[in-house]
Nanobody
Framework: QVQLVESGGGLVQPGGSLRLSCAAS????????VGWYRQTPGEYRELVAS???????HYRDSAKGRFTISRDNAKNTVYLQMNSLKPEDTAVYYC?????????WGQGTQVTVSS
């Protein structure tokens, strides 16, 4: 069973920055697709960014130019650097790892963008 532990959420003012981290227990971390979703109350979970084992990244349109996803395979960790944050970025952010058997999720970390 893969365990994912997120950190780095919090309260930030509009225009500010946060960096989310997600550490995985999976020793084969480097070969799997990982990334971040977010969810607000009453809404479906939506993909924010993903990164493949070959470091190919994908972003939702609203995140392009503001968010950067990266991975450190030596630390089994994926990061999401979020800059120029907006109130509409407020959500619970979940990291995920997709392997041959399915998708694993972290417990979520709250990001609140408010003045």
């Amino acid at each position: 069973q893969v365990q994912l532990v997120e950190s780095g959420g919090g309260l930030v003012q509009p225009g500010g920055s946060l960096r989310l981290s997600c550490a995985a227990s999976e020793t084969m971390f480097s070969i799997y697709n990982v990334g971040w979703y977010r969810q607000t109350p009453g809404e479906y979970r939506e993909l924010v960014a993903s990164i493949s084992d070959g470091n190919s990244s994908h972003y939702r349109d609203s995140a392009k130019g503001r968010f950067t996803i990266s991975r450190d395979n030596a630390k089994n960790t994926v990061y999401l650097q979020m800059n120029s944050l907006k109130p509409e970025d407020t959500a619970v952010y979940y990291c995920y790892l997709r392997d041959a058997t399915g998708v694993y999720w972290g417990q979520g970390t709250q990001v609140t963008v408010s003045s």
